[in-house]
């Protein structure tokens, strides 16, 4: 995993490009992440605890994460943003893997439960980088 401040500089990278160049799901898809990621820091247990246990206000914001990730797949006329809420869907299960297995090591637990959003940023990347690419490439209409 990243160190807190290479997560921050890559989420901003990320969101400032997909807002720059980016329509509406990749803008969308930003604006996700950056609430969840802000969200989960406001709601993240103390640091001697964290992942000991079910993250119930981390596990709330994952699940909110999800719903915004499927509703702009389900009004969304490109494949990547099922992408992402599958990826998210998988983080989600995290949570329920530690309630199942409490046992968990509370490492495996943040693992599971952060790696998939490195993946979600490099898809946001390429369809932002595709849209603009569909942008700069569409035939121009000249007025007469």
């Known amino acids: 995993m990243l160190s807190p401040l290479a997560y921050w500089a890559v989420l901003l990278a990320v969101s400032a490009y997909a807002f720059l160049r980016g329509k509406v799901d ?3 898809a930003a604006a996700v992440c950056l609430a969840a990621t802000v969200a989960t820091r406001l709601v993240h247990s103390p640091l ?3 992942f000991s246990s079910v993250e119930i206000g981390v596990l709330i914001v994952d699940l909110l994460a999800f719903a915004g990730f499927t509703a ?3 009004r969304s006329r490109r494949f990547w943003p099922l992408w992402i809420a599958g990826l998210q869907l998988t983080t989600t299960m995290a949570h329920l893997m530690k309630a199942i297995e409490i046992d968990l090591y509370p490492q495996a637990y943040a693992a599971a439960a952060r790696v998939w959003v490195y993946p979600i940023f490099l898809i946001i990347v390429v369809g932002t ?3 603009d690419q ?4 569409a035939p121009t209409v000249a007025l007469a």
């Open 72 to 74: 702009i797949a389900l």
């Open 129 to 131: 980088w595709r849209s």
């Open 26 to 28: 990749e803008r969308g």
């Open 48 to 50: 001697s605890t964290r």
């Open 134 to 137: 569909r942008r700069k490439n």
